[in-house]
């Protein structure tokens, strides 16, 4: 979708601080960053919202959340801790309407959130 952010970070149309990318997920820094990490974890193929997801998407949310673990573990936070979370719609905070997995950590993250 060439109107799409995340899509157009993908094709490496807009620039991004990537960090890993293989043939189904791309990381990145997120621009506005909550935490000492904060990263995306994106599908390279569009799916708007978890409400769009078919049953054969569940293997790459699968995959993202692998994604997340490892690089929170490459980079040292593994067992102190980490938070995954995909928002869905207005009403949880979406505003990029490409399925991502925020992957936060390096301080105490407050439950319940915001
Ligand atoms: P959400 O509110 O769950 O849809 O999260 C969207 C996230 O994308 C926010 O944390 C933004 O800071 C982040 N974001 C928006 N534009 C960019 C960009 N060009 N590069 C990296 N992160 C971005
Ligand atoms: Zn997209």
Redesign the pocket.
């Known amino acids: 979708m060439s109107s799409c952010?995340f899509c157009r970070?993908v094709a490496a149309e807009?620039p991004?601080k990537v960090i890993y990318q293989d043939a189904d997920v791309v990381a990145?820094?997120?621009?506005?960053p909550q935490a000492p990490l904060h990263c995306?974890i994106i599908p390279r193929r569009h799916i708007a919202t978890l409400n769009d997801m078919q049953v054969e998407d569940a293997a790459i949310v699968g995959t993202m959340q692998y994604r997340a673990a490892q690089i929170a573990r490459e980079r040292g936070y593994a067992d102190g801790g980490f938070r995954t979370v995909i928002?869905c719609n207005a009403d949880a905070?979406?505003?990029?309407f490409h399925i991502?997995l925020?992957l936060l950590a390096g301080r105490i993250l407050h439950w319940p959130p915001g």
Do not use: P, S
Not at 93 to 96: A, D, F, L
């Open positions: 952010l970070i807009i991004a990145f820094e997120d621009i506005n995306l928002n905070g979406q505003t990029v991502h925020h």
